[in-house]
Nanobody, 115 residues
Framework: QVQLVESGGGLVQAGGSLRLSCAAS????????MGWYRQAPGKQRELVAT???????NYAESMKGRFTISRDNAKNTAYLQMNSLKPEDTAVYLC?????????WGQGTQVTVSS
């Protein structure tokens, strides 16, 4: 089992920045990839970015250039740096981890961008 705890969400004005963190515990040694997803009210959950244990990253097209995913393997923590935030980025941001094929999710952290 892997437990994931997100933090760093909050209220920010348009154009501002936030840094989200996702701390993994439990069988974190088995994690080979972590990712961030988001879900806005009334919308489907969508991919934001993923990162492998080797550091290979993948971004949703609309996030490229504004969001940066990173990972500290020693701390079993993934980060999402979000810059130039827009009101349409408002959502619950969820962290997930792929551990030997099993997918685990955190509870999410709310990000609200005011115009």
């Amino acid at each position: 089992q892997v437990q994931l705890v997100e933090s760093g969400g909050g209220l920010v004005q348009a154009g501002g920045s936030l840094r989200l963190s996702c701390a993994a515990s439990g069988s974190a040694f088995s994690i080979n990839a972590m990712g961030w997803y988001r879900q806005a009210p009334g919308k489907q959950r969508e991919l934001v970015a993923t990162i492998t244990i080797g550091g290979r990253t993948n971004y949703a097209e609309s996030m490229k250039g504004r969001f940066t995913i990173s990972r500290d393997n020693a701390k079993n923590t993934a980060y999402l740096q979000m810059n130039s935030l827009k009101p349409e980025d408002t959502a619950v941001y969820l962290c997930n981890a792929n551990a030997n094929g099993f997918i685990f999710w955190g509870q999410g952290t709310q990000v609200t961008v005011s115009s």
